[in-house]
């Protein structure tokens, strides 16, 4: 392990109360008393539900946008599930869509509570698949420290209980789930996800020009793995879900910055014992610093709150590294591959964002929201070997870009 968890000191200025710090060393002290650090390995897959014939919409739209291509299609009872991988050592992403428009399951549920989830009822980032070890042992002393997993039989989607992967129930903070697996990640077909398929000859046409697309813009090469995604959480919550994410994992705290200009606070959570973040990637939750109710006597910016009380706790935006470097002594690689996707009709939030002059920096854009999934993709490119993980500046125009994108009018409530 890289980092002594029990002796490293977050970064950032953001202020964590007594209980976030005594409870931040207890998870740490009896992950390694139970051994679940030992048994736990990196992130190796992302999970994302999307409604009933959005699936191939989706798998052409991350052909373009992505590294992430095609590498297996099965059909369970309820689902046609699609892998996709880019390199072998970066995370799968697996995508669910249902076979029929009536399904329902908890996912539909928690949308249907929010005025701009409603939209796309289905769709929502699901949660990450760990490796381990051990799968039965993993399970075990997590439901010793009161995690609750869903067993075969109770869950209407039943890729939550296989028997090679085994989650998480939805966290009451983020709504999320957190996956475990002991098979190899090389080959899907070792998951026993379903029955094998293929497309369709169309179908597979289809996807294809959609690859070759990517490779004639000339980004497919600039866009990497996935650098961290960004979940949104109440105020009050965010403590709280951090530490469950701790509990769940072989992550640790990294810091939290205050973003002062958005009344809100980036936390960010990183794995100990890896280089490059796209192998596991960060896991990143950004919270209000003050409840909507109390901020109305304030009157400060609330982007993060309003997202939340819009589209409910979840998944906001998937971050992925663009390659360092200058396109043609021009612009920065980010600034070509963000020019292409324009002409091609993909549509982003604000300029980018960042200088990336002489001195190390970062340069950042988001997306609009996917039709498919919901969720913004960002771009980052981390300029002459930046060591930091974000900057406030960026993060602060980020947030503010989205929160215009996000608002729901509601009588004489505008947020």
């Known amino acids: 392990m ?3 968890l029990l002796k490293q000191t977050p970064q950032g200025d953001k202020r964590n109360s007594e209980f976030f710090e005594e409870y931040r060393l207890k998870i740490y002290e009896r992950r390694l008393k139970l051994g679940l650090d030992q048994l736990l390995g990196n992130i190796r897959a992302l999970i994302v539900h999307v409604e009933t014939a ?3 919409p989706y798998l052409s739209e991350l052909a373009v946008m992505t590294p992430y291509r095609l590498i ?3 059909i369970s009872a309820t689902h046609r599930i699609f892998v996709l991988g880019s390199k072998p050592t970066f995370p799968r992403l697996i995508v669910m869509e249902p076979l029929a428009a009536s399904y329902e399951d908890e996912i539909k549920q928690l949308n249907m509570m929010y005025p701009l989830a409603r939209r796309k009822p289905n769709a929502r980032y699901v949660g990450e698949v760990f490796h381990t070890s051990d799968l039965q042992c993993t399970q075990e002393l997590l439901e010793s420290c009161n995690i609750r997993f869903n067993d075969p039989g109770e869950c209407t989607n039943s890729l939550y209980a296989l028997e090679a992967l085994h989650f998480s129930v939805p966290s009451d903070f983020t709504h999320n789930r957190v996956g475990y697996s002991q098979r190899p990640f090389e080959d899907p077909d070792e998951w026993e996800l379903g029955q094998p398929f293929q497309l369709t000859g169309p179908e597979q046409k289809r996807l294809k020009e959609q690859e070759e697309l990517g490779d004639a813009l000339g980004i497919s090469h600039l866009i990497e793995g996935v650098d961290h995604m960004a979940t949104r959480v109440l105020a009050g919550e965010r403590e709280d879900a951090i530490l469950e994410f701790l509990t769940l994992s072989n992550y640790y705290f990294w810091g939290a910055y205050n973003i002062e200009e958005m009344n809100s606070s980036t936390n960010v959570t990183r794995h100990p014992a890896v280089k490059d973040d796209k192998c596991s990637p960060a ?19 609330m982007p993060t709150e309003d997202f939340v009380r819009n589209f409910g706790r979840r998944m906001h935006h998937i971050a992925y590294e663009v390659t360092d470097g200058d396109h043609n002594n021009e612009q920065k690689n980010v600034d070509f591959v963000v020019a292409q996707l324009r002409t091609h009709g993909i549509s982003f939030l604000a300029k980018v964002i960042g200088e990336c002059g002489d001195q190390p920096d970062l340069k950042q854009i988001f997306s609009k929201h996917s039709e498919y999934s919901v969720l913004i993709t960002e771009y980052v490119e981390r300029c002459h070997s930046f060591e930091g993980f974000f900057t406030r500046k960026n993060v602060a125009s980020l947030t503010e870009a989205a929160g215009r994108d996000e608002r729901y009018h509601h009588g004489h409530v505008f947020d």
């Not at 896991?283 to 009157?299: D, G, L, M, Q, W």
């Open 283 to 301: 896991k990143v939750f950004t919270a209000n610093n003050t409840p909507s109710f109390v901020n109305s006597f304030e009157n400060l910016p």
């Open 2 to 4: 890289g980092i002594d």
């Open 54 to 56: 959005d699936g191939l």
């Open 72 to 74: 297996g299609s099965y």
